[in-house]
């Protein structure tokens, strides 16, 4: 099962090196949304600055949408998913490493974000922060890229996958949304007299919802695959 996984997280990954849509189409279009925000805030500067935790995190729930849909366009385009039920691979390896590629470019995305938001809206880390900061990252991640590979997976096999994949998947969203944005303020001290502390307590949150779709995606993306 871990070779499949990695076998079929490195075929993700180096197509997507090879064909460097995440550095010159996704990343420049997360930048432009942080800079439209900016620009719509910046008479405010008091606002654009306690916004930003929930900012951040709307701009890395919409690049993850596109990151999503071209996972699985991939496997769409002259009957790859045909040719992966095939191929003899554990059904919850290929979701396990589908969604480990989706989390390491989510990660680079909101490295390459983060710094865009110290450098436009001159938010930064409290003393202590930032632990809870890369926990609530890495949490965050894992339930973006499980969530998102497995109703991915749900849509990818009709027509209207494009429309109906932000119907399915931002819902579901909303307490990973909630989760991160309430602890990356408490870690960034955007909200006056909000202790480091009560962040951890979205972090569990953030930890469940991981947990929850890692194990239901690895055991319902077989059939999934099979019906799509």
Not at 40 to 64: C, H, K, Y
Not at 116 to 137: F, M, P, Q, R, S
Not at 150 to 164: E, K, N, Q
Request: neutral net charge.
């Amino acid at each position: 099962m871990w070779r499949d996984l990695r076998l079929v997280a490195a075929k993700d990954l180096r197509i997507e090196q090879r064909s460097r849509v995440l550095t010159t189409q996704v990343a420049p279009f997360a930048l432009m949304v942080l800079i439209l925000f900016a620009f719509a805030l910046d008479p405010d500067r008091g606002i654009l600055e306690s916004a930003s935790p929930g900012l951040f995190w709307v701009t890395v729930l919409f690049v993850s949408l596109s990151a999503v849909q071209r996972s699985f366009a991939i496997e769409v385009a002259d009957g790859g998913r045909d040719l992966l039920r095939l191929s003899g691979l554990e059904p919850a390896a290929i979701f396990l490493g589908k969604a480990l590629a989706l989390a390491v470019q989510l990660a680079v995305l909101e490295v390459l974000l983060f710094a865009g938001v110290v450098v436009l809206y001159g938010t930064d880390l409290k003393a202590g922060g930032v632990a809870l900061a890369l926990a609530t990252a890495v949490t965050a991640t894992i339930g973006l890229a499980t969530a998102g590979t497995l109703y991915g997976a749900l849509a990818a096999g009709l027509r209207v996958r494009d429309t109906l994949l932000p119907l399915l998947l931002l819902p579901i969203l909303t307490p990973v949304l909630l989760g991160c944005t309430r602890a990356f303020e408490a870690a960034l001290g955007t909200t006056v007299g909000t202790p480091i502390s009560d962040g951890w307590p979205w972090v569990a949150l953030l930890v469940l919802f991981a947990l929850v779709y890692t194990a239901g995606g690895a055991v319902a993306f077989g059939p999934l695959l099979e019906d799509a």
